[in-house]
């Protein structure tokens, strides 16, 4: 079992930047991929960005040159960071954690609460 944690969000205006945090429970944190996706008002919640196990990282086409995702496995965290902020960027964030394999958010096994980000024009 993983417990994750949001943390970051808040609102700021487009093209600054924002540092989301991902805090996970439990000792096997180092064995999932973890994912970040947000959902947008009347919107389907969508990928954002991901890290295996192995240090490969895949990113949106949207967020690519804008955001990097991070980990760091001594304190089980996940990181988003997220600069030159858009409008459009407006969403809830969540991440999540799954199995090394794990792409599409039905593969994820434990999700976070979430976070809000507003990006104001």
């Known amino acids: 079992q993983v417990q994750l944690v949001e943390s970051g969000g808040g609102l700021v205006q487009a093209g600054g930047s924002l540092r989301l945090s991902c805090a996970a429970s439990?000792?096997?944190?180092?064995?999932?991929?973890m994912g970040w996706f947000r959902q947008a008002p009347g919107k389907e919640r969508e990928f954002v960005a991901r890290?295996?196990?192995?240090?490969?990282?895949t990113y949106a086409d949207s967020v690519k040159g804008r955001f990097l995702i991070s980990r760091d496995n001594a304190k089980t965290t996940v990181y988003l960071q997220m600069n030159s902020l858009k409008p459009e960027d407006t969403a809830v964030y969540y991440c999540?954690?799954?199995?090394?394999?794990?792409?599409?958010?039905?593969?994820?096994?434990?999700w976070g609460q979430g976070t809000q980000v507003t990006v104001s024009s």
């Open positions: 439990g000792r096997t944190f180092s064995t999932y991929a």
């Open positions: 999540a954690a799954g199995a090394p394999g794990a792409y599409f958010s039905s593969e994820y096994n434990y």
């Open positions: 890290r295996g196990i192995t240090g490969i990282t």
